[in-house]
């Protein structure tokens, strides 16, 4: 049989790390089942080096082995699924203890013993296949001709809990550390700063942006440029201009811009209002925020419970506890137990942000060594694995210590 995907091609699995005797099992039923097979074995222990070196095979399937150990085959499988959820991945191991789980939950669609015979390896790669060809295939990154990028919304129940800070240096990095092609929508409408946070003079606003035709070389005009190769679309002057901005037009506007860049990042107000739920529609992923008071706890659920009711649920959802070291608040585990679900990224109380927000500059930049912009970083490796796991030279540059 000639397995071929939906646009033709043949199927491409890509065998990452496993060990020799498997590698000529699988590469002789693969063959026999018109399977085109690429083996990898990635140089470095970086799992975000081997992601990346799966991606650039353009996988249908991905057979990942254990020669590396459980923990560094999930964290590659949780990698290919975050960049593209249609890759079927699958975990070359014994299924047994938790393995099956773990697996699972990383993103994989099976875990098959090394050992097993012919005829069920035939099955699981069949299933495989016939999963690789059901899935709609590249839905976050190219939809037919049209680019698709990650758009990611930070959002919080209450008030003044760091979706500012968080959005501003996330966009920062992602652009200036990882080079993906990043805008930064300031969805504030009323009282948004990102301008203020990083220090941009705009011309134009979301409310010139929203009223322009709805393609990507128009809304490019009204983009404000960072000196980091940022792009940002700030908040209107004035917040009167926020009621008549419609939000079916927002929504358009955010799609325009998926199509145009890597990561679309939206600083949202707070609370679910109805131009927020058109934001939460459209993105990949929600980063919800919170503070440790107990007040931003309960908003906090109250909100997930309301996005859940609503059927809001196809997104990745990132909890990030802001301030997570203030002495006053609740403890994480505490936290954890009155939501349900565990905290993704901690961000600890750091004067690095005031004073970095307070000068215009992202904290990424102006002080990258500090307590709260590790804390982002630790986000930036949980959205995208593929970005390098280093931290920037902390000897700043002459101009930044002047600012200081
Ligand atoms: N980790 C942190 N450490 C210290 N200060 C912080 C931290 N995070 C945020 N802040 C400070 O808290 C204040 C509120 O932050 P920010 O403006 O980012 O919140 P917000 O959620 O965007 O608020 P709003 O809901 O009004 O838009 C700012 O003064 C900021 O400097
Ligand atoms: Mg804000």
Same mark, same amino acid.
Request: proline share 5%; with cysteine; aromatic share 4%.
């Given at each position: 049989?000639d ?11 890509v065998?990452?790390d496993?060990?020799?005797?498997v ?42 082995g ?25 975990v ?14 990383a ?13 069920? &390896?035939? *099955?699981?790669? !069949?299933?495989? %296949?016939? =999963? #690789?060809?059901?899935? /709609?295939?590249?839905? +976050?990154?190219?939809d ?39 805008v930064?929508i ?6 948004g700063?990102?301008?203020?946070? &990083?220090? *941009?003079?705009p !011309?134009?606003? %979301?409310? =010139? #942006?929203?009223?322009? /035709?709805?393609?990507? +070389? ?9 000196p ?13 201009e926020?009621?008549i901005?419609?939000p ?28 927020? *739920? ?114 920037p ?12």
């Amino acid at each position: 049989m000639d397995e071929t995907h939906r646009n033709g091609a043949a199927v491409r699995l890509v065998l990452v790390d496993a060990a020799d005797e498997v590698k000529t099992w699988v590469s002789w039923l693969a063959v026999s089942m018109g399977i085109e097979l690429v083996d990898i074995e990635p140089p470095s222990d970086a799992t975000g080096d081997a992601v990346q070196e799966v991606m650039r095979s353009s996988p249908a399937i991905v057979v990942v082995g254990l020669a590396r150990g459980a923990g560094w085959a999930l964290e590659v499988v949780e990698g290919v699924d975050l960049i593209d959820p249609g890759i079927t991945s699958i975990v070359l191991g014994e299924p047994g203890g938790d393995l099956w789980q773990r697996a699972i939950r990383a993103g994989a669609r099976d875990v098959i013993a090394p050992d097993i015979g012919e005829d069920e &390896l035939r *099955l699981a790669l !069949e299933r495989a %296949v016939a =999963h #690789a060809h059901s899935w /709609p295939r590249g839905t +976050t990154e190219t939809d037919g001709d049209v680019r698709r990028g990650r758009v990611v919304t930070i959002t919080s129940p209450k008030g003044g809990c760091g979706k500012t800070f968080l959005a501003t240096n996330i966009a920062y990095a992602l652009q200036s550390e990882a080079r993906g092609r990043t805008v930064l929508i300031d969805y504030d409408l009323q009282f948004g700063d990102v301008a203020g946070a &990083l220090g *941009l003079r705009p !011309e134009y606003t %979301v409310s =010139h #942006a929203v009223q322009a /035709p709805a393609d990507a +070389t128009s809304v490019k005009a009204f983009l404000t440029t960072h000196p980091s190769g940022l792009y940002a679309l700030c908040a209107p002057l004035n917040p009167a201009e926020a009621d008549i901005l419609e939000p079916a037009r927002l929504g358009t506007l955010i799609d325009t811009l998926r199509q145009q860049f890597d990561w679309v990042i939206i600083d949202s107000s707070a609370g679910i209002s109805e131009a927020n *739920l058109v934001a939460i529609e459209r993105s990949t992923d929600v980063v919800l925020m919170a503070t440790t008071d107990l007040a931003s706890i309960s908003a906090m659920r109250k909100a997930v419970a309301v996005l859940d009711q609503i059927g809001m649920t196809a997104h990745r959802r990132w909890y990030v506890l802001n301030r997570a070291n203030a002495r006053v608040g609740l403890e994480q585990v505490d936290i954890e137990r009155s939501l349900g679900l565990g905290v993704d990224t901690a961000i600890p109380s750091s004067r690095a942000v005031p004073i970095a927000m307070n000068q215009g500059i992202a904290v990424m930049e102006d002080d990258p060594r500090s307590p709260a912009a590790r804390g982002v970083r630790e986000l930036l490796q949980r959205l995208s694995p593929m970005i390098v796991d280093r931290e920037p030279d902390g000897n700043r540059g002459w101009l930044q210590r002047m600012r200081s």
